[in-house]
């Protein structure tokens, strides 16, 4: 979790015009505590990678300000902010060998030849490549320059690492290994890292904090459990794992509790999230995994819905049903492949309901 | 382990007729060789015809002219019968005679003229007028022909003729290193204000070397700016760029004559401007500086092309991991990206350097004197019908680019050479 030891990185008010028309980042205010993992996530063309090359230097801010431990870096160029960085297809200097690719950030920064073998030594074992020094890139597999190019970007020991997808290019089994060794890394090198991703499992397996991006905007600002079973907004709640969305109207609201009434004319239980007064519209936003089909598991006069069964796709571990609710054909309910459970054939008519609690009253869009 | 894989055959290795796979296997690849063979056989065909085939023949005619063996044939069987070194004795001149008298009948006169003329500026008219009164030569020969003229007892020319009685000499090779035979047959470095090849040979390679390090310095920008514009701006560029190829290199050369002459349009411009005098305007053409300028010009597109195909699959990213990792712009630019770029300029400054050795018309039009290459040397001996001492030239060009060329290969390696 967050080591809250104040403000490290700060993004003030921060925008960012390439054409001088529209905004690609706008008005981006973050802070990052030191020893953070924090990741930046969204679709292509959000913003999020604009906002990680600012921070790196790269981009510059068209306005607005952006601080590192106190200080502002807007005018420091990128080789003096004492950045790491990973980049998407590595970036390894293909002409060096691994360990002259190491060797750079501390030649260039004028350590000797003793305390260099040292220090890339130590990178290397820190990422199981120790021998491996004397290869070229060229030679190594994905996984491969993927350890060197996160070796590289500790070995002169900086306090911010930034990663710009770097396992986008890995296969998923090996994403899911370095996903688990990257995390390893920040705990025990206790480093802040700030990551950018598009992939929302990479986000909530790794993060202390996850920013969700859209539109140049972080739409949400939160730790992954949060994000996932309490989205602030329907992007979000779209956005972030499987979600069923039923558009209606705020029938009732008391306190954070609302009733809606949906097109086809039920009636739901919701949680009320972003609306604001009767008449509203809304969408109501429900997990698969959290709609119930057994009645007696739902919390006294929950209202019911009618549901009739589509499709049952066998998945192994859980059974995906599609069925027909208040209009909609493709609401999903996830159902556990376990003994005991109540099977589902197509065409079953069925009643659905859930803990007024999971399903989440949000903006209508 | 090991006794059970001794006797056992592998599975594998033995096809369902009994015949081993690798026989099968180089069968079905020979159909394969022998069809691809049939493809590249015209260009194998045409390759040889007009590129093996002339360059050996001209390596042979460097090494062998019969213009005097073929036409003194007594001559050759006294000098192999006597020993070098020795003053003609009448038996010499009776044999000199008896060519002569061969030249007459065969009208050879002129050939063998030429070929000791090569040695003996003069004297290939020593032969023709010999030969018309050889009939009237009676013993004592030596008498008879010193009367016809004294110069035949020119020790240079005993010698120069001892060496054309065999059709195989290095007389030509000689020649171009500036090196002569003496009246003594010993080898000698020719008079010093008559020594042509070997200056010439090296202002080549000197000229040929600042052209390419120009046309270097001038296309790494140009090949940098096209890789990184944008597609619209690099297309419209590379159209500047390559334009000089869509106009006929003899209409671009008088181009530049047309610009940079005493009267021209560069030098009248400045006079107008005031930067040089009436009378001080600048030499640039009919020099050594109208050949820089102009072969640059023509030259540059070659440079540019490689490096620019290396420099745009450079990616970016490359340069933006060195600035992260604390490097300034400038060394980013000198241990991370120009060694990127190394195979491209090797490529480039090669063909340049190669183009620019062997480069003719535009020396010859706007070199003047001192502007002329070694190439304009085997032009002019081209057209006084010295094939063997053109040939010879054109060889110790092909030497030094083979030289070059092997250099280049230790020093960077020909496999990194990328073309485009």
């Known amino acids: 979790m967050a080591h809250d030891t104040g403000e490290y990185v700060a993004f003030r008010n921060v925008q960012k015009s ?13 802070s990052i505590s030191q020893g953070e993992f924090l990741t930046m996530l969204g679709p292509s063309g959000s913003g999020k990678t604009t906002s990680l090359m600012m921070l790196a230097g790269f981009e510059t801010a ?15 160029p990128p080789h003096k902010r004492g950045i790491g960085m990973v980049f998407q297809n590595y970036a390894l200097f293909p002409h060096m060998t691994v360990g002259e690719n190491l060797a750079f950030p501390l030649e260039v920064r004028g350590m000797g030849k003793d305390e260099r073998e040292t220090r890339i030594k130590r990178a290397l074992d820190m990422v199981q490549m120790g021998s491996f020094a004397a290869r070229r890139p060229a030679q190594l597999s994905g996984g491969q320059q993927q350890r060197i190019a996160l070796a590289r970007a500790l070995v002169f020991d900086p306090k911010l690492v930034l990663m710009d997808e770097p396992l986008g290019a890995l296969d998923k089994q090996l994403r899911e290994h370095m996903q688990f060794e990257i995390k390893h890394l920040h705990d025990s090198l206790g480093i802040t890292v700030v990551y950018v991703t598009h992939d929302q499992g990479e986000a909530l397996t790794m993060s202390d904090r996850v920013a969700v991006f859209n539109d140049g905007r972080i739409q949400q600002l939160a730790p992954p459990a949060d994000l996932y079973e309490r989205p602030g907004n329907s992007f979000v709640a779209q956005f972030i794992g499987e979600n069923n969305k039923l558009p209606g109207i705020v029938e009732e609201l008391r306190d954070d509790r609302a009733l809606i009434r949906l097109a086809t004319g039920e009636l739901i239980d919701a949680t009320a999230v972003n609306i604001h007064k009767k008449g509203e519209k809304t969408m109501v936003s429900i997990r698969p995994e959290r709609v119930e089909i057994n009645t007696e598991m739902m919390p006294e006069n929950a209202h019911l819905l009618d549901a009739e069964v589509r499709e049952i796709i066998y998945m192994g571990d859980i059974l995906r049903a599609r069925m027909r609710v208040a209009g909609s054909e493709d609401f999903v309910v996830k159902l556990r492949n376990s003994i005991g459970q109540r099977r589902l054939n197509p065409g079953e008519k069925i009643r659905i309901g859930w803990h007024p609690q999971d399903a989440r009253a949000l903006d209508a869009v | 382990m090991a006794s059970i894989t001794q006797t056992a055959v592998p599975a594998s290795s033995l096809a369902s007729e009994g015949m081993p796979l690798k026989i099968r296997l180089a069968r079905a690849q020979a159909r394969n060789r022998r069809r691809a063979f049939l493809l590249v056989l015209p260009l194998l ?7 093996v085939l002339p360059i050996g023949q001209m390596l042979q005619r460097s090494l062998y002219h019969d213009g005097f063996s073929a036409a003194a044939p007594s001559l050759g069987q006294w000098f192999s019968e006597n020993p070098e070194d020795i003053r003609p004795d009448e038996a010499g001149f009776a044999a000199l ?38 009939d009237d030569l009676e013993a004592p020969y030596r008498d008879a022909i010193l009367g016809l003229d004294q110069k035949w007892d020119d020790p240079r020319i005993w010698v120069a003729m001892r060496e054309a009685s065999s059709p ?13 035979r003496g009246a003594d047959g010993t080898l000698e470095r020719v ?19 600042v052209i390419t390090v120009i046309c270097l310095v001038l296309a790494f920008p140009i090949a940098h700016l096209l890789a990184t514009l944008p597609m619209g701006k690099a297309n419209l560029l590379m159209i500047l760029v390559l334009l000089p190829f869509w106009t006929s290199l003899l209409v671009r050369t008088t181009s530049w004559i047309v610009l940079l002459q005493g009267q021209g349009v560069l030098n009248s411009l ?16 009919n020099n050594q500086t109208g050949t820089i300028i102009v072969m640059v010009h023509i030259l540059l597109p070659f440079m540019v092309l490689p490096i620019y195909s290396v ?25 991370i990206y120009a060694p990127q770029t190394l195979p491209g300029i090797g490529a480039g400054v090669l063909l340049v350097f190669i183009l620019a050795v062997g480069y003719y018309i535009t020396p010859a039009l706007v070199g003047g004197a001192d502007g002329q290459l070694f190439s304009n040397q085997i032009q002019f001996h081209m057209t006084r019908s010295n094939w063997s001492q053109a040939a010879a030239l054109a060889a110790m060009l092909l030497a030094g680019v083979l030289v070059l060329y092997w250099l280049y290969d230790r020093l960077i390696g020909i496999d990194k050479l990328k073309l485009g």
């Open chain 2, 191 to 209: 008079d010093e204000h008559s020594r042509v090849y070997l200056a010439l040979y090296g202002k080549t390679f000197l000229l040929s070397g």
């Open chain 1, 62 to 76: 068209t306005n607005g300000q952006i601080l590192l431990d106190g200080r502002p870096i807007n005018q420091v």
């Open chain 2, 270 to 285: 400045l006079v107008s401007a005031g930067i040089i005098g009436e009378d001080g305007r600048l030499a640039l053409i």
């Open chain 2, 311 to 335: 420099m745009r699959v450079i990616p970016p990213a490359y340069a933006r991991a060195a600035r992260s990792l604390g490097a300034t712009s400038w060394t980013t630019f000198r241990r």
């Open chain 1, 18 to 30: 390439y054409d001088g028309e529209t905004l690609v980042v706008k008005d981006l205010n973050l």
């Open chain 2, 97 to 134: 005679a008896a060519d002569l008298r061969y030249m007459k009948e065969q009208n050879l006169a002129g050939a063998a003229g030429t070929r000791i003329n090569y040695n003996v500026p003069g004297s290939r008219s020593l032969f023709t007028s010999a030969a018309r009164k050889a």
């Open chain 2, 45 to 51: 065909l045409f390759v040889t015809l007009t590129f």
């Open chain 2, 168 to 180: 195989w000499t290095s007389d030509f090779y000689l020649t171009a290193l500036d090196i002569q």
